[in-house]
Nanobody
Framework: QVQLVESGGGLVQAGGSLRLSCAAS????????MAWFRQAPGKEREFVGH???????YYADSAKGRFTISRDNAKNAVYLQMNGLKPEDTALYYC????????????????WGQGTQVTVSS
């Protein structure tokens, strides 16, 4: 079992940057593949990117080239560095964990944080 807590969200202007953090309380963090999802009001939860147990990464087209996921197993943490933010990036951002193979499908993740709000102004 692992508990996740996101932080680092806020209000930024278009073109700005934010670094989101996801802190895990579990003792077997390195056994989990991790992912970031986001959800805007009235929209379905959207895949952003994931990072495997071996730190390989994969990104949605909307994030590729702008966002970077990393993990620090010694600190039980996963990060989402977001550069070149756009108003359409505005959403509640969640980190998620799975003991299975990393996936872009939200239903395959069984542990979720509470989310952190990212708002990008024009």
């Amino acid at each position: 079992q692992v508990q996740l807590v996101e932080s680092g969200g806020g209000l930024v202007q278009a073109g700005g940057s934010l670094r989101l953090s996801c802190a895990a309380s579990g003792r077997t963090f390195s056994n989990y593949a991790m992912a970031w999802f986001r959800q805007a009001p009235g929209k379905e939860r959207e895949f952003v990117g994931h990072i495997s147990r071996s730190s390989s990464t994969y990104y949605a087209d909307s994030a590729k080239g702008r966002f970077t996921i990393s993990r620090d197993n010694a600190k039980n943490a996963v990060y989402l560095q977001m550069n070149g933010l756009k108003p359409e990036d505005t959403a509640l951002y969640y980190c998620a964990a799975t003991t299975y193979w990393p996936s872009s499908r939200a239903d395959l993740y069984n542990y979720w944080g509470q989310g952190t709000q990212v708002t990008v102004s024009s």
